[in-house]
Every structure is written in structure tokens, then in C-alpha cells.
């Protein structure tokens, strides 16, 4: 790995493994894979913060959010009911049930 580390430093972190290949074999006069440089490289360019590349997410792309209209229902963000707030919401429910919480929100509403 020192090899690679010394050829990426001379060459630059961007040269291509048939490249850091050809530098080694002339300066330190050994045959390395070019799996093996181009695993190394990786690993050495993770190290110096530079990383790979990025993998692209798979599956459907998420839908822009939802804006709000006059007309339309409100749209809740996490900052607008606390954690705290949804926490004791659950735990009503829970003791009332789910024809009992719907009793609560009518008499609410």
C-alpha cells in the first residue's frame, strides 16, 4: 500500500491504476494488479477524505412537499405539534381506543 500511497502523491489522487501500475514497476520494480492499486486507491482516497463515487438511490424519487392552500388541509411539519405532546396523544389513545379517540376529536371539533 505504500507504493500506491507514494505513486498517488507523485501522480495525483486522480491517475488511473494502468498509471500508478506503470510508476511502481519503474521505481520500486514490482508488478502489482491493477485491482489490487485500484482497492488501494480507494481505500487511501476514503482516508484523505476525497471518498468515491456516489452511488445513486434507487427507487422512486420522493415527491416535492405538499404546500399549503387556502382551501386545502393543514400541512403539519415536525415543529408544529412537539414530540411530547404526540407522545401523550398515543398514550390516549391507546387507553381510549380507536372508537373512543374518535369520540374525543368530534367533541373536540
Do not use: C
Not at 424519487?61 to 382551501?71: H, I, N, R, S, Y
Request: charged fraction near 30%; glycine fraction near 8%.
Amino acid at each position: 500500500m505504500e507504493a500506491v500511497r507514494q505513486a498517488m502523491d507523485a501522480l495525483t489522487y486522480d491517475a488511473s491504476p494502468s498509471e500508478i501500475q506503470k510508476y511502481i514497476k519503474d521505481n520500486f520494480n514490482q508488478d502489482m494488479n491493477p485491482n489490487m492499486i485500484s482497492s488501494y486507491k480507494s481505500t487511501l482516497r476514503g482516508k484523505a477524505g476525497l471518498g468515491g463515487r456516489r452511488k445513486k438511490k434507487r427507487g422512486r424519487p420522493k415527491k416535492a412537499a405538499a404546500v399549503a392552500t387556502a382551501g386545502s388541509a393543514p400541512v403539519f411539519s415536525h415543529d408544529a405539534v412537539p414530540w411530547k405532546d404526540l407522545r401523550t396523544i398515543k398514550d390516549i389513545a391507546v387507553r381510549l381506543g380507536k372508537k373512543g379517540l374518535r369520540d374525543l376529536v368530534e367533541l373536540l371539533d
